[in-house]
Structures are given as structure tokens and as C-alpha cells.
């Protein structure tokens, strides 16, 4: 059920992160934070209620008190449902989900535009690599290659603007510089990361993470959530020597252990975390019983300190 601004101002009190969505909104006034400009680049993508004076305040402060927040129904209604048909679509075609057993090179074929990402000791993914001229390609590429060209414009248009850094910045409080962004798919029974001591560095990132998966029923959004068939993000701190013992396969128990950030799939919803200098993380592996891939744009922006803002 989505939340309203007063449900919301009552979850900032609340010591779990939960998701917030908000509803349509008719208020077409501009905010402090943004400009004119801004926000009519802005509303082309994004929800406008997540444009809302009252709505970037509450998320803030929301933020500002979990150094993390999920905002569901983040985009427009016709760029999400656009991105999940062709998703299921793609699924269909390369038989993953649902308790298919995976061919290993599922989704990848010579005129993809989908690669693997390795090594498999830290990672393995399909990454989509855009390319200006595309040979005649077979049905199950096309597909896959239909949801690439959705999420790598958004990618472009949205993520890498400047419009949406500053958008980041008025929401987190972060001062944020771009630094990576990619497009990627988690095939069930093939693909996760794992948390390893190279992701550590001297300077707190902001991730920013636009996820998308196949809950369109009850009992398929039950799955993700319960976190049994995986695809969701953890964050967690590294020990004295950098490491993170059997992260790969960590099932977090979130009563014991309140340093833990797990972030479970929800489609087209945008996960801002605050990842400090001794967090690492990882996306868990997608069980081959998960209702689909997971797809997701995902971002990194590296905050300056504050002696320097």
C-alpha cells in the first residue's frame, strides 16, 4: 500500500529500513532545491510526487537518520511497465526462472550486447555494453537486448545528468561527484557479487541502485522479499584485516547483527545507501526458483568530505 507523507514522517521515527512510496500528486509547484529547469527534466522520468517540496524534505530526513532509503514506484508508470514487459519477455526467451535449469551462456550470445562481467571468485554478471551498429540478431537477444536499450537510456538520460546528481545531493545531503554506472542483469541459477576487500577505499560512496524483477503477483513479490531466492543487496562492514568471511553466501540475521544493511528486490525502485570508507557489499546469488532476472541500473558517486563542502 503506498505511503502517504504523514505514513512517512512516522517511519522516519522507526529503526527499520522500509520502502517508501508515495501517491500521484497535482502539485505542479517547483521546490528550493531544484530548479524550474530541473524538474521539468526530472518529471520526464521520475515519479512527481518524488518532486514534491514536502517529499524531498521527508526523504532527506528520512535519509539523513538511516543513511539509507528505498523509493518505490520511482519512475513513470509508461518508462517501468515499458522495462518489465520487455523483461519478461527476455526471460521467457532465455528459459530463466521459475525453476528452469539455466544454460551457463544463458543470455549471452555473438550479437548480444549483453557480456559477462568476471572473475568468478568476486563477480558474475551480464553487463550491457552498448553498441552504435547491431548485427541481425536471433529472438532471445533481441529481447534481452530491447530491455538493455530501455535501461541504458534511462541510464544516460537520467542517472548521468546533472539534473539528477543535484537531485541526489538536495535528497541525501551528499556532495556527490559522478564516478561509474552500469546496466546489469542477474540471471537466476547464474549470477551474484561478492563482498571482498578491493571494495574498500578511503572515501564513503553513495550507491544508487534503480532495481527491477518479475514481482507482478502476490506470491511472486513474496519471494523476492523473503529473501530466499536471493537478488537482494547487503551491505556490511569489513573486519581488523579488511575481510568478510563467507560474504558470498551470508544469510543475514538482522537481530543480531544491526551493522547489516539487507535490501531486498522490489521492481523500479531506486535504493540510496551510504557506504562508508569500511562497508563493502555484494548482490546475493539469484536462486534459479526466482521468478526471473534481476535487472537493475546501478550507480556510484563518490561524497566529498565534509571539510571540503
Not at 15 to 40: M, N, R, Y
Not at 114 to 129: A, H, S
Request: proline share 6%.
Amino acid at each position: 500500500e503506498r505511503a502517504s507523507l504523514s505514513l512517512l514522517q512516522a517511519l522516519n521515527a522507526d529503526d527499520q529500513t522500509q520502502g517508501i512510496s508515495w501517491p500521484d500528486s497535482d502539485d505542479d509547484g517547483d521546490d528550493d532545491g531544484l530548479s524550474a529547469a530541473e524538474v521539468a527534466h526530472l518529471s520526464s522520468f521520475i515519479n512527481p510526487s518524488y518532486l514534491a517540496p514536502e517529499a524531498l524534505a521527508a526523504v532527506a530526513e528520512r535519509f539523513d537518520d538511516q543513511l539509507s532509503v528505498q523509493l518505490r514506484d520511482f519512475l513513470q508508470p509508461q518508462h517501468a511497465s515499458a522495462v518489465q514487459k520487455e523483461a519478461e519477455r527476455a526471460d521467457a526467451k532465455d528459459s530463466l526462472g521459475q525453476s528452469h535449469l539455466p544454460e551457463y551462456a544463458a543470455g549471452t550470445h555473438p550479437d548480444s550486447q549483453w557480456q559477462p562481467c568476471g572473475p568468478p571468485i568476486k563477480q558474475r554478471f551480464l553487463k550491457f555494453r552498448k553498441r552504435s551498429r547491431k548485427p541481425p540478431a536471433r529472438a532471445s537477444s533481441s529481447a534481452s537486448d530491447a530491455v538493455g536499450d530501455l535501461l541504458s537510456s534511462i541510464q544516460k538520460s537520467l542517472f548521468e545528468s546533472e539534473a539528477f546528481i543535484h537531485y541526489l545531493q538536495v535528497v541525501t545531503g551528499c556532495r556527490i561527484q559522478p564516478h561509474s554506472s552500469e546496466v546489469r542483469r542477474f540471471r537466476p541459477g547464474l549470477d551474484y557479487t561478492v563482498a571482498h576487500h578491493g571494495q574498500l577505499s578511503k572515501e564513503s560512496w553513495l550507491s544508487s541502485t534503480l532495481t527491477f524483477v518479475d514481482d507482478t503477483s502476490k506470491s511472486k513479490a513474496e519471494l523476492w522479499q523473503s529473501e530466499e531466492v536471493g537478488g537482494f543487496d547487503c551491505f556490511l562492514s569489513a573486519d581488523k584485516d579488511g575481510e568478510a568471511a563467507t560474504a558470498e553466501v551470508y544469510r543475514p540475521n538482522k537481530e543480531e547483527d544491526n551493522d547489516l544493511l539487507s535490501i531486498c528486490a522490489i521492481t523500479n525502485t531506486l535504493n540510496l545507501v551510504l557506504r562508508g570508507p569500511a562497508r563493502m557489499h555484494f548482490t546475493k546469488y539469484v536462486s534459479a526458483s526466482a521468478p526471473g532476472s534481476r535487472w537493475d541500473i546501478r550507480a556510484e558517486y563518490q561524497v566529498a568530505p565534509e571539510s571540503d563542502a
